[in-house]
């Protein structure tokens, strides 16, 4: 009795070796997507492929992606989390392969923190003076490809997480946190820094005392602007690039034609100060 059990297990062996194929897939390639991405899933090289998914969490069976008989799977984050295999044929023999499971990075939206001297209005805008500050911060994740905007027009030189804010407009940002440098988040509203009006707070739209009558021309430009001040005294020019850095300064009176050629194009800031009051204008180089 002991040499017929013997000998059924044997044959059971056998029967369980012939059944499968001399070989093992195996699903190899992008397992995990950045946002917006698409990767590629590939395996070893046999006569035929079907390509099979079976949805994260579900306890079904994995099912065949209709058309995907190829070597290799396109894969896309907005179809992930997912678990996907492949059944491959040799000689008439179809083995499927492990499951792996192709996950998608997920982000926070991007914020920024601000600091300085201002005060907050009604609506959120930063309410600021002539001579105030405001620092604005991407924060983490976001750490690669920083462009800073003052409404539509890309602030020149404005690459890094720290915005120095000197004057009134729409600012925001666009970046990508280090693990997906290929994607780009957008801030999802405009930070608005304008003028105050309050007693003893000097701006544009200040005390009409202090303010310096001037005039800029032509203003956007491409090689130069007239400054033409109505004041004897001697005026002071100051023309800061967007993250604050000064890129020309000289003194002249009555007017002066300031040579921008050498310079990037984007947004500046220029300033005119004089004992007649303070005059400040953006200015766009083309």
């Known amino acids: 009795m002991k040499s017929t059990l013997l000998l059924l297990a044997a044959a059971g062996v056998a029967a369980i070796s012939q059944a499968q194929c001399p070989f093992d897939p195996a699903v190899t390639g992008d397992l995990l997507l950045c946002p917006e991405s698409t990767g590629t899933l590939t395996t070893q090289s046999y006569d035929a492929y079907q390509w099979l998914s079976r949805p994260f969490?579900?306890?079904?069976t994995a099912q065949p992606i209709p058309g995907a008989t190829g070597q290799a799977l396109d894969v896309d984050a907005v179809s992930t989390p997912v678990y996907i295999s492949v059944a491959a044929t040799v000689d008439g023999c179809t083995e499927t392969s492990p499951e792996v499971l192709v996950d998608g990075l997920a982000f926070l939206p991007l914020v920024v923190a601000s600091s300085g001297e201002f005060d907050i209005g009604n609506n959120g805008e930063l309410i600021i003076c002539q001579g105030d500050s405001v620092w604005l911060v991407a924060q983490l994740?976001?750490?690669?490809n920083f462009q800073w905007y003052d409404d539509q027009q890309p602030l020149?030189?404005?690459?890094?997480d720290t915005l120095l804010v000197t004057a009134p407009g729409n600012y925001w940002l666009t970046a990508s946190p280090g693990e997906c440098p290929g994607w780009t988040a957008s801030l999802g509203l405009q930070i608005s820094v304008v003028w105050g009006n309050s007693p003893g707070c000097v701006t544009a739209i200040g005390d009409p005392g202090m303010r310096l009558p001037a005039e800029v021309f032509p203003n956007p430009a491409a090689n130069w602007f007239r400054i033409e001040v109505a004041?004897?005294?001697?005026?002071?020019?100051?023309?800061n690039d967007a993250s604050g850095r000064v890129m020309q300064e000289y003194e002249f009176s009555g007017q002066t034609i300031l040579n921008v050629q050498q310079l990037p194009r984007g947004v500046y800031m220029l300033w005119l100060r004089s004992a007649g009051g303070v005059f400040m204008q953006k200015v766009v180089l083309e």
């Not at 969490?57 to 079904?60: A, E, H, M, R, V």
């Not at 020149?156 to 890094?160: L, V, Y």
């Open 57 to 60: 969490g579900s306890g079904g």
């Open 141 to 144: 994740p976001y750490t690669t």
């Open 156 to 160: 020149n030189g404005a690459n890094d």
């Open 231 to 239: 004041d004897a005294a001697p005026v002071s020019l100051t023309l």
